[in-house]
Every structure is written in structure tokens, then in C-alpha cells.
């Protein structure tokens, strides 16, 4: 079965931290993965994408996120939080070879940030 | 990246009565659409597909007669909550596509039924 899993409901990191969100997919084409942060009552956005290449791929707002094929993994990450950073992060993956397949979600992690 | 406009923003509406939701691309054409609901505190739930100018694809357990999806042209999709009641409550997110790009969301429609 195709799905997205984001193991960490919540995650509570200090303003300056580092952070690491985790994504695991089990998908049975190629996959795309995309990393979307979401504030309360909003859209959302994509912080940034693989499709293929380089397996470190750079976002928006000092995002980073790193493809693992072994490990069917493709976790999130920023070396140093910053207070609007606080939201709720999804994992998405979709199919690389089927133009109109809809992504699939994980459930998502929601970030505090603590002073 | 391309703009995805959804409207309206937010919409109260009472029971019983039917809402409609807008979903445009404006600059790219959108050939596949998707529609999709985010109960709070929950991830994104495919709802339905559609292609433009084909019946849309609904997922198992969405009620293809109480939410209406159509997709007439290739930068407009539109879903209509038909008969709403208070578990229609919801926030609703559309994402609009062409076969060589990745979707892109439009900013959802917080319903709510009263």
C-alpha cells in the first residue's frame, strides 16, 4: 500500500536549535517527495521537492531535505529554528511516471518553537 | 511557480442550503485537478480527481452526489457541497496540475455549516 508516515506528532525545539523532521514512504513507482508547512487556517506551502539528482535538495526559509532510497526516507531539515517557524509540516509523495496521480499526505508533525 | 486562486476564503452557509468552491489556474492550464479535506488537527484527505472534461473520479466513501466536482475548462474546477450539514463542516484545499509540473494548492476554503 502507498503511503506517507511522519512518525513525530509534535516536536518542541528551542529558538537557534537544529531541526530534524522525519518522513518514511512506501510507494511502488518512482516517487516525487515534497516537504509543505502549513500556519493555522492556511494553504500550503512547498518548502521544497525532489524528483531526481542530487539526493540533498535545498528549500525556502533555510530548509533542506534528504532523499534515501535505502531507507525510504526523506527527512526535513534546518540548522537553526526560528520562532515563525512554528506550524505544521507534511510529507507528500507522488508518482513520477503518472502525470495525474493526486499526492499522498502524511499526517503531519506540528513544530513548536520554545524561547 | 505557478498561482492556483481558491474561492471563496471562508463561507458560512446554513443547513440544508449548497455552497460552491472555486478553483483556478491563472497562468498555467490545470488538465488534472484534485480536491481535497482537512478535518483540524488532520493531514490532507484526497476527496476526488478530475480530468478536464470528464466525469471526476471521487474516492471510496465520498459521496460523488453531495460534493459536486466539475472541471469545464482548464484553468477553472468547481465544487459544490450540496444539502451541507454540520459535518461538512471543514477545510477544503483544491490543487490544479498540467502533465509536466507538480500540483499546485490553492489556499482552501474554510466551510462552515450552521
Known amino acids: 500500500a502507498q503511503s506517507v508516515t511522519q512518525p513525530d506528532i509534535h516536536i518542541t525545539v528551542s529558538e537557534g536549535a537544529s531541526l530534524e523532521l522525519r518522513c518514511n514512504y512506501s510507494?511502488?513507482?518512482?516517487?516525487?517527495l515534497f516537504w509543505y508547512v502549513q500556519s493555522p487556517g492556511q494553504g500550503l506551502q512547498l518548502l521544497l521537492k525532489?524528483?531526481?539528482?542530487?539526493?540533498l535538495v535545498q528549500g525556502i526559509k533555510g530548509f533542506e531535505a534528504e532523499f534515501k532510497r535505502s531507507q525510504s526516507s526523506f527527512n526535513l531539515r534546518k540548522p537553526s529554528v526560528h520562532w515563525s517557524d512554528a506550524a505544521e509540516y507534511f510529507c507528500?509523495?507522488?508518482?513520477?511516471?503518472?502525470?495525474?496521480?493526486?499526492?499522498?499526505f502524511g499526517k503531519g508533525t506540528t513544530l513548536s518553537v520554545s524561547s | 511557480g505557478a498561482v492556483v486562486s481558491q474561492h471563496p476564503s471562508r463561507v458560512i452557509c446554513k443547513s440544508g442550503t449548497s455552497v460552491k468552491i472555486e478553483c483556478r489556474s491563472l497562468?498555467?492550464?490545470?488538465?488534472?485537478m484534485f480536491w481535497y479535506r482537512q478535518f483540524p488537527k488532520q493531514s490532507l484527505m484526497l476527496m476526488a480527481t478530475?480530468?478536464?472534461?470528464?466525469?471526476?473520479?471521487?474516492e471510496q466513501g465520498v459521496e460523488k452526489d453531495k460534493f459536486l466536482i466539475n472541471h469545464a475548462s482548464l484553468t477553472l474546477s468547481t465544487l459544490t457541497v450540496t444539502s451541507a450539514h454540520p459535518e461538512d463542516s471543514s477545510f477544503y484545499i483544491c490543487?490544479?496540475?498540467?502533465?509536466?509540473?507538480?500540483?499546485?494548492f490553492g489556499q482552501g476554503t474554510r466551510l462552515t455549516v450552521v
Open positions: 507528500a509523495v507522488g508518482s513520477a511516471n503518472q502525470a495525474g496521480t493526486a499526492l499522498i
Open positions: 490543487s490544479a496540475k498540467d502533465p509536466d509540473t507538480e500540483a499546485f
Open positions: 497562468d498555467f492550464q490545470a488538465t488534472t
Open positions: 510507494y511502488g513507482a518512482t516517487p516525487y
Open positions: 478530475s480530468n478536464e472534461g470528464s466525469k471526476a473520479t471521487y
Open positions: 525532489y524528483f531526481s539528482g542530487d539526493t
